[in-house]
């Protein structure tokens, strides 16, 4: 998709702060963060939302948990408990339509949320 922002992370076409890559998966930072740590975790391969999600894309959902759990260790939240939000349309609050999982941990989480 050569508008979706997120591919265009992806090729190094906008900057980001990157947090970890793989040839799967990209994490980088949220420019307009929800909690002291607040991370994106999004695929390289371009998928809209969870909706489009195939039977084939199982592998890289997969991925992207053992990755947020990294993530989470390497950041130091893993132990004090962390979030991992996906929405998934219009009325959930996806505002760009790449698959993409916000981790978020540093401080005490509400429930319910939203």
Partial sequence: MEECIFCK???GEIPSEKIYEDDMVLSFKDIEPAAPV?????????I???????ED???IIAH???VAKQIAAKLGIDEKGYRIVTNC???????VHHV??????GRSFAWPPG
């Fill in 64 to 66: 992207i948990y053992l």
């Fill in 38 to 46: 607040h991370v994106l975790i999004i695929p390289k391969k371009h």
């Fill in 57 to 59: 894309d199982s592998k």
């Fill in 9 to 11: 992370i992806i090729k």
């Fill in 48 to 54: 809209g939302s969870i909706n489009d999600l195939t």
């Fill in 89 to 95: 349309g219009e009325e959930a609050g996806q505002t």
């Fill in 100 to 105: 993409h999982f916000h981790l978020l941990g």
